[in-house]
């Protein structure tokens, strides 16, 4: 089925620990987008990609860094997790006016 | 800048009663609206969406939404609610420049009582 697949779902993570978060899609959309949802705050961006080879900080980005590897696969990385980095985690597509959002990661720092 | 506000955190409705969501928006040009619903422990899904043409929009599962310029609100209503459509609502609003990303509103949880 066409969409976009995220992994991993699920992911506890000690403080400081590195990991990436994996999101691919295979709709050809050219721009590509990780939001972070957390309770009370609704979905806020973290960093985009209009296009292969440009990335962008979104309203959150500290802490995170990404790689847009080509069309398809769009990265996000903790460098070294704190608590704070807690949430779920989604990686979205789009084209014209049609976003499709991943299922999502729990990731949870302590 | 841009902007959306859904002023409600939680609605109750009885089963088979007419539900209204409410959402406010500020945006700069022509605003582009949507709804997303999101299931426990699941993605976003979409619902529906206003671009141009008629103020009344309808969507999946029933749902519609009226775009309404003067009151600058695009409040999703259904005319009965169902036990199924307990979950989170979100409205957003595509950013008109740069990253062209949606900015979400804070979401409604509701909640329909049986």
């Known amino acids: 089925n066409a969409g976009v697949t995220q992994t991993p779902k699920f992911q506890v993570l000690k403080t400081g620990q590195s990991m990436t978060l994996q999101c691919a899609q295979d709709?050809?959309?050219?721009?590509m987008y990780w939001y972070r949802q957390d309770p009370g705050m609704g979905l806020r961006l973290i960093y985009y990609s209009a296009s292969e080879g440009t990335t962008d900080k979104g309203e959150v980005p500290n802490g995170y860094n990404v790689s847009r590897l080509n069309k398809r696969e769009f990265s996000l990385r903790l460098e070294s997790a704190a608590p704070s980095q807690t949430s779920v985690y989604f990686c979205a597509s789009h084209r014209d006016f049609g976003y499709t959002f991943g299922s999502g990661t729990r990731l949870t720092v302590v | 800048a841009q902007s959306v506000a859904q002023p409600e955190d939680q609605v109750n409705v009885a089963e088979g009663n007419p539900l209204t969501v409410k959402c406010t928006y500020s945006?700069?040009?022509?605003?582009?609206l949507f709804w997303y619903v999101q299931y426990p422990n699941r993605g976003l899904q979409f619902l529906l969406k206003y671009i141009t043409g008629d103020n009344l929009v309808k969507g999946s599962y029933g749902f519609e939404a009226e775009f309404n310029k003067s009151q600058t609100s695009f409040h999703l209503k259904k005319p009965s609610a169902l036990v199924s459509d307990s979950a989170l609502y979100f409205c957003a609003v595509r950013v008109v420049w740069g990253a062209n990303n949606l900015f979400f509103g804070t979401g409604t949880r509701l909640t329909v009582i049986p």
């Open positions: 709709m050809n959309h050219n721009s």
């Open positions: 945006v700069s040009g022509n605003p582009y």
